[in-house]
């Protein structure tokens, strides 16, 4: 229950920042560790692109405050790559966040990117053409 509820707050707050994103399409992604993990991340975007879920829990040092700092990377690039929007509310939060900590148990041997990309589709909507 408590990594739900995490994973709920986390996506809320990764949801503004990736609405703000993806206002502007022409910025770069910028990735904010969680407060919890102070050491510099050791992967690189196409490791966690095509790892598995158990690859990437390895890749954090199997911490949850990592981890998330790699499903909010790939949340964002998921978003980008679809021109979606994500709400900005702790609903949405929680159903993205239930969605992936599911399919992550469910399977260990499925890419994360799969999963992540799956949630964002399902909450996301289209950004707004200019």
Known sequence: MRMMNRFAICFALAAATLTA???QP???VTVTPSADSAAPHNWTVQQI???TVSDCWQLAGKNEATFFDIIQQ???ISAQQRGL????SAEAGKRTGEYIKAKAHTDHGQLLYAIVDAAI???G???PTN
């Open 21 to 23: 994103i993806a206002q």
């Open 26 to 28: 022409a910025s770069p």
């Open 49 to 51: 692109l095509t790892c």
């Open 74 to 76: 790939l949340s964002e």
């Open 85 to 88: 929007t994500l709400p900005d």
């Open 121 to 123: 589709r399902k909450v």
């Open 125 to 127: 909507t289209k950004a």
